[in-house]
T-cell receptor, first 114, second 111 residues
Framework: AQRVTQPEKLLSVFKGAPVELKCNYS??????LFWYVQYSRQRLQLLLR??SRESIKGFTADLNKGETSFHLKKPFAQEEDSAMYYC????????????????FGQGTILTVHP | KAGVTQTPRYLIKTRGQQVTLSCSPI?????VSWYQQTPGQGLQFLFE???????NKGNFPGRFSGRQFSNSRSEMNVSTLELGDSALYLC??????????FGSGTQLSVL
């Protein structure tokens, strides 16, 4: 069965410092990886997907199949980045029959201090 | 466009009762998924519906069930409630694989 591990429950950095939120996964097939974020008093929302290879709000994440990791990085953290971050995995299904079945990690609370 | 709407926002029930939660997806989204969120287990997938058909089911007992209507609105039902069912139940709709739009959730407390 697939599993997503976020080893840090809490992560604190100062404004302007680099930040890296770790995510490791175990899955025998070809996964799709996502980062979701929940800001205070807001809904859980998609931050980025590995297949898009995009940078959102200065965050990037690279899928490393050799290390089975999908770490989220930002070179200069901002106070507004403080939030709960979830890494999630979707089993790749060639038939595309599943849109909404994701396996989530336990989440990392990021606090950026001024 | 209106976001995903879940009702009610809060529910208090007693053990043995049953409960029905409702979810209205974003207009045009045919996939609706349900998740249970607890401090101990985190976010766990319950089931997914697409065009009124259940596509996937998580590892939950048969007391948890759901359905989807022709307008894509979805309901989930929990029968014979147990204390351990206390959780935030999140609904999400999607138009693309893995790209979920979540509702604010229904906080269920079982006494």
């Amino acid at each position: 069965a697939q599993r997503v591990t976020q080893p840090e429950k809490l992560l604190s950095v100062f404004k302007g410092a680099p930040v890296e939120l770790k995510c490791n996964y175990s899955y025998s097939g070809s996964p799709e990886l996502f980062w979701y974020v929940q800001y205070s008093r807001q809904r859980l929302q998609l931050l980025l997907r590995h297949i898009s290879r995009e940078s959102i709000k200065g965050f990037t994440a690279d899928l490393n199949k050799g290390e089975t990791s999908f770490h989220l990085k930002k070179p200069f953290a901002q106070e507004e980045d403080s939030a709960m971050y979830y890494c999630a995995l979707r089993e790749f299904n060639a038939g595309g029959t599943s849109y909404g079945k994701l396996t989530f990690g336990q989440g990392t609370i990021l606090t950026v201090h001024p | 466009k209106a976001g995903v709407t879940q009702t009610p926002r809060y529910l208090i029930k007693t053990r043995g009762q049953q409960v029905t939660l409702s979810c209205s997806p974003i207009s045009g989204h045919r996939s609706v998924s349900w998740y249970q969120q607890t401090p101990g287990q985190g976010l766990q997938f319950l089931f997914e519906y697409f065009s009124e058909t259940q596509r996937n089911k998580g590892n939950f007992p048969g007391r948890f069930s759901g359905r989807q209507f022709s307008n894509s609105r979805s309901e989930m039902n929990v029968s014979t409630l147990e204390l351990g069912d206390s959780a935030l139940y999140l609904c999400a709709s999607s138009l693309a694989a893995g790209k979920l739009f979540f509702g604010s959730g229904t906080q269920l407390s079982v006494l």
